[in-house]
């Protein structure tokens, strides 16, 4: 069966840090991979997907960058967090086809 | 733009049904979810229908569509305190076949 993994659970960042979170899918070749944030339990906003090794396209241009250097690898960067960075970031992934997309357990980040 | 629109809280009683209303703008719509995201956690798909059906029962969860109005709800009878949750409503699209839309979720309260 198919896994998600998603790490750190929880990060604490001062601002002007740099960040990387990361996201691995296990039991499936070539998925789409995506990432969101969500901000204070509310709805989830698009950041990043990606539909193979390499391909990135970005829904909402800021502060992030997001690379995906193998199939099942899927990276979110920051050179310099500002305050707005901080969220509830989700990696979810799903095979095309209008199948369901499944979640991970998110990453709580907060900037001091 | 394609949207999927939700009401932002819902009380119900312990023991009565809980229905949880979406609708959506996108005629092409084929394939709508719920997801449920218990607090702090990701999103968990709750189940889906596909745009030809009008009803999908399994267990306390039933969902109606009305394509024709671009309706789905979720029922969930003899709601419980588990039942507590942010409940999103989301859909996808041949023509979208990348991304899923995702409604901004309704927050379920449970009355004791």
């Known amino acids: 069966s198919q896994t998600i993994h998603q790490w750190p659970a929880t990060l604490v960042q001062p601002v002007g840090s740099p960040l990387s979170l990361e996201c691995t899918v296990e039991?499936?070749?070539?998925?789409?991979l995506y990432w969101y944030r969500q901000a204070a339990g509310r709805g989830l906003q698009l950041l990043f997907y990606?539909?193979?090794?390499?391909?990135i396209s970005s829904e909402v241009p800021q502060n992030l960058s997001a690379s995906r250097p193998q199939d099942r690898q899927f990276i979110l960067s920051s050179k310099k967090l500002l305050l707005s960075d901080s969220g509830f970031y989700l990696c979810?992934?799903?095979?095309?086809?209008?199948?369901?997309?499944?979640f991970g357990d998110g990453t709580r980040l907060s900037i001091l | 733009g394609e949207d999927v629109e939700q009401s932002l809280f819902l009380s119900v009683r312990e023991g009565d049904s809980s229905v949880i209303n979406c609708t959506y703008t996108?005629?092409?719509?084929?394939?709508l979810y719920w997801y449920k995201q218990e607090p702090g956690a990701g999103l968990q798909l709750l189940t889906y229908?596909?745009?030809?059906?009008d009803m999908k029962q399994d267990q306390r969860l039933t969902v109606l569509l009305n394509k024709k109005d671009k309706h789905l709800s979720l029922r969930i009878a003899d709601t419980q305190t588990g039942d507590s949750a942010i409940y999103f409503c989301?859909?996808?699209?041949?023509?979208?076949?990348?991304?899923?839309?995702f409604g901004k979720g309704t927050r379920l309260h449970i009355l004791p």
């Open positions: 990606s539909v193979g090794i390499g391909q």
């Open positions: 229908i596909f745009s030809n059906m």
């Open positions: 989301a859909e996808s699209s041949m023509n979208r076949d990348d991304k899923i839309i």
């Open positions: 979810a992934w799903r095979i095309g086809g209008n199948q369901p997309q499944h």
């Open positions: 039991g499936t070749s070539n998925p789409n």
């Open positions: 996108d005629s092409s719509s084929t394939y």
